[in-house]
């Protein structure tokens, strides 16, 4: 059963830096695509990161690029997303995604984790 | 950037067919795919590639793409249908992953 689990979420203050991880399993991790989709309280989901399986191409939504760094570790089965200068409008469900092929391009997603909750506020 | 334009929501009575749109620009020529989402829970796939669908998805669910327009479609819809809907594609000209903006469907 392909399992990915979300952690790291949590409250913070504007400015500050949080690193969101998500665990595969039940699948050959370093031969998929991975990806970090989010979506704000009560809003629709917004694509914000994508890695390819061997961690050769990133791809960043451009209201992250610049803030976010994804990065993937395939000996640990664990993908990574570091964001930093974190806003109010980051506040959001993060979920880790993973696509159906090795590339991050004309991918879709075919498991989804749990989602892990970043709130940002003062 | 690339915009996928949905309905905000759509109503249909069980047993009835639901239609709902997800339009872009030349929308045809990419990939979309569809995914279902119920409150507090991760989304799901329900199409893939315009009209394929994942194992374990019901037949009543189909879709079409052409011109402007994607259409997701379920057939002889069941209260547990009612969920928010997303379509999603590629923008090779961005290199981005595009969602639309949802569509809840309502069983009446």
């Known amino acids: 059963e392909v399992r990915l689990l979300e952690s790291g979420g949590g409250l913070l203050q504007p400015g500050g830096s949080l690193r969101l991880s998500c665990a595969g399993s039940?699948?050959?991790?370093?031969?998929?695509?991975l990806n970090w989709v989010r979506q704000a309280p009560g809003k629709g989901l917004e694509w914000v990161s994508g890695?390819?399986?061997?961690?050769?191409?990133?791809y960043y939504a451009d209201s992250v690029k610049g803030r976010f760094t994804i990065s993937r570790d395939n000996s640990k089965n664990t993908l990574y997303l570091q964001m930093n200068s974190l806003r109010a409008d980051d506040t959001a469900i993060y979920y880790c995604?993973?696509?159906?092929?090795?590339?991050?391009?004309?991918?879709?997603?075919?498991?989804w984790g749990q989602g892990t909750l970043v709130t940002v506020s003062s | 950037s690339y915009v996928l334009t949905q309905p905000p929501s759509v109503s249909v009575a069980p047993g009835q067919t639901a239609s709902i749109t997800c339009g872009g620009n030349n929308i045809g020529s990419k990939s979309v795919h569809w995914y279902q989402q119920k409150p507090g829970q991760a989304p799901v796939l329900v199409v893939y590639?315009?009209?394929d669908r994942p194992s374990g998805i019901p037949e009543r669910f189909s879709g079409s793409n052409s011109g402007n327009t994607a259409t997701l479609t379920i057939s002889r819809v069941e209260a547990w249908d009612e969920a928010d809907y997303y379509c999603q594609v590629w923008d090779s000209s961005s290199d981005h992953c595009v969602f639309g903006g949802g569509t809840k469907l309502t069983v009446l």
């Open positions: 995604a993973k696509a159906t092929t090795p590339a991050v391009t004309r991918a879709y997603f075919d498991y």
């Open positions: 039940g699948f050959t991790f370093s031969s998929y695509a």
């Open positions: 890695i390819s399986d061997s961690a050769v191409t990133t």
């Open positions: 590639d315009d009209s």
